[in-house]
């Protein structure tokens, strides 16, 4: 005979209990999880289909306490579907066991007595909330209640409107887009500085403001993704509850941003570069940024050096660094060969190769660093130091087009009259340079 483990699982020690439960029952226990899990703390089998019961009587307890929570969409749907005639019916049932059960209330001896009173009583203080949205749904469809406004305790929130569109549409879409519509719900909340907010509430005012806002933080078309998955939730509370105004969250115009020339990367100060480098765990990791302050290299220069591109010029004596050809950045950096600092030429003597698998592995090494010396500007980056480079060698005068063989970049005129392409300066001419470079 098969034994009986449903909703609970063997997990190699002791018995878990295990069982699929709603999204408002998630939400009531503060979980993202659909699935409910539970150590019982025990590897007796019986032991764990005894507790087993105490788990499902208090899941279905939260269920129950979820389905009597009553909302103005689910309580509209519930009577819009009704015949006038029906709705009449309903509206008089309900009218008379009002007047019945709290026929007390608005009477002067009621209003007489003191609360402690007026709970020893017995009686309710108030109608059920369940009472008091249902009658007032009832007495605005019939009309009988034209300015009736549902207080927000009982409207649809935008947390509860994602997840019910969710519901809706889960069978059309990916679990990627899934991730998005959750996404745009926690950027609007977040911009907001609320945990939630009543769909209705939300102003086409406060959305043009949330894009202006977004503008500074993500792409154009980041914007207008997260805005078409606020739309459709938007859509659903627009249903749900039979919203009468406009959408806020569609027809706006998001204008890209001009394209403008600018310097995005921002110098270091050699003393906040130092603290970068005390963040980074060995030789091997600092060597290149030390390669970089020398030479004005870019990270993926920089890292690609070996050992076999430390060469020596026969004709000068000058020691050089070879930057490779099949270097994949901008084309025009693709030769050059930069002649070595004195202080460089002490960090290389020891060098047999990088060993992290790629610039890009390199990149996220440094990354952590800068973050962990305590600097998050994204104008300071690896790429910085070529600021700091270039930077130099204009204080120092260095003529135009040794620089930009120096550093690998067009010269800042209107042609490349001496650019790398052609046989460059003497390699004793740039090392002159070179060597005037402050140290780090």
Same mark, same amino acid.
């Given at each position: 005979?098969?034994?009986?483990?449903?909703?609970?699982?063997?997990?190699?020690?002791?018995?878990?209990?295990?069982?699929?439960?709603?999204?408002?029952?998630?939400?009531?226990?503060?979980?993202?999880?659909?699935?409910?899990?539970?150590?019982?703390?025990?590897?007796?089998?019986?032991?764990?289909?005894?507790?087993?019961?105490?788990?499902?009587?208090?899941?279905?307890?939260?269920?129950?306490?979820?389905?009597?929570?009553?909302?103005?969409?689910?309580?509209?749907?519930?009577?819009?579907?009704?015949?006038?005639?029906?709705?009449?019916?309903?509206?008089?049932?309900?009218?008379?066991?009002?007047?019945?059960?709290?026929?007390?209330?608005?009477?002067?001896?009621?209003?007489?007595?003191?609360?402690?009173?007026?709970?020893?009583?017995?009686?309710?203080?108030?109608?059920?909330?369940?009472?008091?949205?249902?009658?007032?749904?009832?007495?605005?469809?019939?009309?009988?209640?034209?300015?009736?406004?549902?207080?927000?305790?009982?409207?649809?929130?935008?947390?509860?409107? #994602?997840? %019910?569109? !969710?519901?809706?549409?889960?069978? @059309?879409?990916? $679990?990627?887009? =899934?991730?998005?519509?959750?996404?745009?719900?926690?950027?609007?909340?977040?911009?907001?500085?609320?945990?939630?907010?009543?769909?209705?509430?939300?102003?086409?005012?406060?959305?043009?403001?949330?894009?202006?806002?977004?503008?500074?933080?993500?792409?154009?078309?980041?914007?207008?993704?997260?805005?078409?998955?606020?739309?459709?939730?938007?859509?659903?509370?627009?249903?749900?509850?039979?919203?009468?105004?406009?959408?806020?969250?569609?027809?706006?115009?998001?204008?890209?941003?001009?394209?403008?020339?600018?310097?995005?990367?921002?110098?270091?100060?050699?003393?906040? #570069?130092? %603290?970068? !480098?005390?963040?980074?765990?060995? @030789?091997?990791? $600092?060597?290149? =940024?030390?390669?970089?302050?020398?030479?004005?290299?870019?990270?993926?220069?920089?890292?690609?050096?070996?050992?076999?591109?430390?060469?020596?010029?026969?004709?000068?004596?000058?020691?050089?660094?070879?930057?490779?050809?099949?270097?994949?950045?901008?084309?025009?950096?693709?030769?050059?060969?930069?002649?070595?600092?004195?202080?460089?030429?002490?960090?290389?003597?020891?060098?047999?190769?990088?060993?992290?698998?790629?610039?890009?592995?390199?990149?996220?090494?440094?990354?952590?660093?800068?973050?962990?010396?305590?600097?998050?500007?994204?104008?300071?980056?690896?790429?910085?130091?070529?600021?700091?480079?270039?930077?130099?060698?204009?204080?120092?005068?260095?003529? =135009?087009?040794?620089?930009?063989?120096?550093?690998?970049?067009?010269?800042?005129?209107?042609?490349?009259?001496?650019?790398?392409?052609?046989?460059?300066?003497?390699?004793?001419?740039?090392?002159?340079?070179?060597?005037?470079?402050?140290?780090?």
């Amino acid at each position: 005979m098969a034994k009986d483990t449903k909703y609970i699982k063997w997990n190699g020690s002791s018995w878990i209990f295990q069982k699929k439960i709603s999204d408002r029952v998630a939400k009531l226990l503060g979980q993202k999880s659909n699935v409910y899990n539970k150590s019982l703390q025990t590897a007796s089998l019986k032991e764990a289909q005894g507790l087993r019961h105490h788990h499902i009587v208090y899941l279905k307890g939260l269920e129950e306490a979820e389905s009597t929570n009553p909302n103005y969409a689910d309580t509209l749907d519930k009577f819009r579907k009704m015949s006038r005639e029906q709705l009449e019916q309903e509206h008089n049932r309900m009218n008379e066991h009002l007047t019945s059960e709290y026929a007390h209330l608005g009477h002067k001896q009621w209003e007489f007595l003191t609360e402690e009173d007026k709970k020893a009583s017995g009686l309710p203080l108030t109608e059920t909330d369940k009472e008091f949205i249902e009658y007032r749904v009832l007495s605005a469809l019939l009309e009988k209640e034209t300015d009736f406004r549902p207080p927000d305790k009982f409207r649809l929130a935008l947390m509860d409107a #994602l997840e %019910k569109h !969710l519901e809706e549409i889960q069978d @059309e879409i990916s $679990k990627k887009a =899934v991730g998005k519509y959750r996404n745009a719900v926690r950027q609007f909340l977040a911009y907001l500085g609320q945990d939630d907010i009543p769909v209705y509430a939300i102003e086409r005012i406060t959305v043009r403001d949330f894009i202006t806002s977004s503008k500074k933080l993500y792409a154009t078309a980041t914007i207008s993704n997260t805005l078409s998955c606020l739309a459709g939730i938007w859509n659903y509370a627009r249903d749900a509850e039979n919203l009468n105004t406009g959408n806020p969250f569609v027809e706006h115009r998001i204008a890209k941003k001009r394209a403008k020339r600018q310097k995005y990367y921002i110098a270091w100060k050699p003393k906040d #570069l130092k %603290k970068v !480098l005390d963040q980074l765990e060995t @030789e091997e990791d $600092k060597l290149p =940024v030390y390669i970089a302050w020398y030479t004005g290299s870019r990270l993926n220069e920089a890292y690609g050096v070996k050992p076999e591109d430390i060469r020596m010029d026969k004709e000068s004596g000058v020691d050089y660094i070879s930057f490779k050809e099949d270097f994949d950045g901008k084309t025009e950096a693709t030769t050059r060969m930069v002649p070595i600092h004195p202080e460089l030429k002490k960090k290389l003597e020891d060098f047999s190769g990088f060993k992290r698998t790629s610039p890009d592995a390199y990149g996220k090494v440094f990354g952590r660093a800068k973050r962990k010396a305590g600097f998050d500007d994204r104008k300071l980056a690896f790429h910085s130091i070529r600021v700091n480079v270039s930077s130099a060698l204009d204080k120092l005068r260095t003529p =135009v087009h040794i620089a930009a063989q120096i550093v690998g970049h067009k010269d800042k005129g209107d042609a490349m009259t001496y650019s790398y392409y052609s046989e460059g300066s003497g390699l004793k001419l740039l090392a002159e340079e070179v060597n005037k470079l402050p140290t780090l």
